[in-house]
């Protein structure tokens, strides 16, 4: 749990940095979080490599100096990348919302623009694993993934991968029948 709270902490030291336009020093505790947290979750990787990017982008090409624009862009581009943090913070939060009020139907929507946001991770795996085995019968199982990973992966790799650890969630949750007949589903997603 200390982990989690250092690791904020640092973010949020990265975050005040680059709206002072201290862009070196942003850059290296973003980094430095990049290589010393190997568990964070996909969308947290995915967030702290975009600001690498744009501060590194910055600093490739830095603005006219007789302006403060260039800190006007960087504070505007920081305040986006929050925002979107936001929206999947909200997003996870009404999954588990409508979980809890069985209102899986309603989850699987928000499952379904999370992934389509590439933050996709083992809280959406295990959602998708329960909403899916609430709403269906064991032998509409399979339909009900693929259309998921229809609506919602654009590369059939990560479709097939998603597909397999949902297989594997539905098997530790319980749901070694639902995850049987999935697995024994002819697969529309493979890679070649």
Known sequence: MSGKIMMALDRLEADTLWSKGRLKEALKVYTRLLSSSPHMTLNTKLNLEARVRLLQGELDNPAPEDSGQAIDMAIKRLQYTLAEDQSIQDLRKGVRNFIDSARFADALENIKE???QNAADEFCVSAAAECITKLHPIEDIPVAV?????????????AALFKMMLAKKMETKGYADQSRMLLHHEDRFISY
């Open 114 to 116: 999370l992934i389509r």
């Open 146 to 158: 693929d259309l998921l990973l229809v609506e919602s992966f654009h590369n059939p790799e990560k």
